[in-house]
Nanobody, 125 residues
């Protein structure tokens, strides 16, 4: 089975940066699309960014476009989320997810079969 472990979260001031990592074990990720989702307390989970298995295609939510960058290093079985110009509204638990997909990416959480435990990101104003 695929296991995903997020890391890199923490407390940062508004305008700062964080880089989240999602390390996979169990099998290689080259044929798995990956995504980042986030959930703030009392709110629904929302899509942040996704990347195809090859890394050639990425999509970002409008709320993070221009500030967040998703990337992957398949040789290391790791997906990254570089977060710049962080805002207080970015505060949430961030989850890494993966799904079997060679070419397509998805913004829908229910499409993803594998999920990490989440890492907390807190942005102070």
């Amino acid at each position: 089975q695929v296991q995903l472990v997020e890391s890199g979260g923490g407390l940062v001031q508004a305008g700062g940066s964080l880089r989240l990592s999602c390390a996979a074990t169990g099998r290689t990720l080259s044929n798995y699309a990956a995504g980042w989702f986030r959930q703030a307390p009392g709110k629904e989970r929302e899509f942040a960014a996704a990347i195809s298995g090859s890394g050639s295609t990425t999509i970002c939510a409008d709320s993070v476009k221009g500030r967040f960058t998703i990337s992957r290093d398949n040789a290391k079985n790791t997906v990254y989320l570089q977060m710049n110009s962080l805002k207080p509204e970015d505060t949430a638990v961030y989850y890494c997810a993966a799904r079997r997909s060679t070419f397509e990416v998805s913004t829908v959480g229910n499409d993803y079969a594998y999920w990490g435990q989440g890492t907390q990101v807190t942005v102070s104003s």
